[in-house]
C-alpha cells in the first residue's frame, strides 16, 4: 500500500504565498517521479508541477516564475512554493506519485487526497 499525505492548503489573499507539502509512504522501492495537479470547478485535473527523477523538473506556463517545486528524498517528500497568488490559482491541488514498487512490478501511481486552496482578489 502507498499512501500520499497532503497539507498547507487554504485561504489567501492575491499576492500572497502558500506551501503545500505531501509525503509518500508504503512499499515503495523508488520513487520515479512526484507532481502536483490541480483542478478548478468544472475544469479538468491540469498539471502544475513535476519532479522527474534525475532532476528534471517542468511547470505549466501558468505558474512559471511563481510556483516552485522541490523535493526531500530522505523523506519522500514534494513541496510546492507558490508566490504570488492568483485568483486563477483557486483549485484543489492533488499530489501524484510514480514509482516502482517492493514487488519489482512496473511502474505504478497514486493520488493524494487533495488540498483546497483558495486565493481572494
Known amino acids: 500500500q502507498v499512501q500520499l499525505v497532503e497539507s498547507g492548503g487554504g485561504l489567501v489573499q492575491a499576492g500572497g504565498s502558500l506551501r503545500l507539502s505531501c509525503a509518500a509512504s508504503g512499499s515503495i522501492f523508488r520513487v520515479n517521479a512526484m507532481g502536483w495537479y490541480r483542478q478548478a470547478p468544472g475544469k479538468g485535473r491540469d498539471l502544475v508541477a513535476d519532479?522527474?527523477?534525475?532532476?528534471?523538473?517542468m511547470y505549466a506556463d501558468s505558474v512559471k516564475g511563481r510556483f516552485t517545486i522541490s523535493r526531500d528524498n530522505a523523506k519522500n517528500t514534494v513541496y510546492l512554493q507558490m508566490n504570488s497568488l492568483k485568483p486563477e490559482d483557486t483549485a484543489v491541488y492533488y499530489c501524484?506519485?510514480?514509482?516502482?514498487?517492493?514487488?519489482?512490478?512496473?511502474?505504478?501511481?497514486?493520488w493524494g487526497q487533495g488540498t483546497q486552496v483558495t486565493v481572494s482578489s
Open positions: 501524484n506519485v510514480r514509482f516502482i514498487p517492493l514487488s519489482s512490478a512496473p511502474e505504478y501511481d497514486s
Open positions: 519532479w522527474i527523477s534525475g532532476g528534471k523538473i
